[in-house]
């Protein structure tokens, strides 16, 4: 049985490793949209996330095995570099998305004077895990390719949903409550 500290020890090397995982995912998704060939979006304004039926469908098999009954090894290829890129524009947009929703949660709890520490910490870690799981798919990917990895991909695409919902409650409340101090004064 290991002591309390080392434990300690033990979680904060393995935050920094996974911290580390994501930057890096992160870092090689923005080498990759500098390719002419890769058509990332740097406008984070307009992104939302993708429905679940677009994502299941990109990390499905089912295409693959439609284009493996061809044949045809050029066609194969091609599917498989398509397939992959858009896997990868996939996990590079809901990356920005959420990035994109935590800026605008952050301004927004700047101005609230009653957070609660439990659903900010709540929020702060579902968070990191969905950066986690962007760079960990966006390593998978590669390597493995999209049909592999579509469990995380379909969990990192509801956790995205439920941080978006979140955010949009969130701005609803304190939208509401703005509204309603503004009438009473």
């Known amino acids: 049985m290991i002591g309390v500290p080392t434990a300690i020890l033990l979680g904060i090397v393995l935050l ?3 911290l580390l995982l994501a930057a890096r995912g992160s870092t090689v998704a923005r080498e990759l949209g500098s390719a002419p060939d890769l058509p990332m979006l740097d406008d984070e304004a307009g ?6 039926e677009f994502v299941a469908r990109i990390f499905s098999s089912d295409d693959w095995e439609f284009v493996s009954g061809t044949r045809s090894r050029q066609l194969q290829g091609l599917f498989r570099r398509e397939r ?3 896997a990868l524009v996939w996990v590079d947009q ?5 990035r994109r929703i935590m800026r605008e949660h952050t301004e927004a709890t700047r101005q609230s004077h009653d ?4 659903t900010e910490t709540k929020l702060a870690l579902q968070y990191a895990e969905l950066m986690l799981i962007c760079g960990v798919l966006f390593l998978a990917i590669q390597a493995a390719g999209p049909q592999r990895v579509r469990g995380l991909a379909l969990y ?3 956790l995205s949903q439920r941080l978006t ?3 949009q409650n969130f701005k609803t409340v304190t939208t509401g409550r703005e509204f ?3 009438g009473s004064s």
């Open 16 to 18: 920094l490793l996974l």
């Open 47 to 52: 992104l939302d996330a993708c429905p679940p």
């Open 84 to 86: 992959k890129l858009v």
């Open 94 to 98: 809901t990356s920005k998305a959420i």
């Open 115 to 118: 957070l609660q520490f439990a």
């Open 156 to 158: 990192a695409g509801t």
């Open 165 to 167: 919902q979140a955010q």
């Open 180 to 182: 309603h101090g503004a």
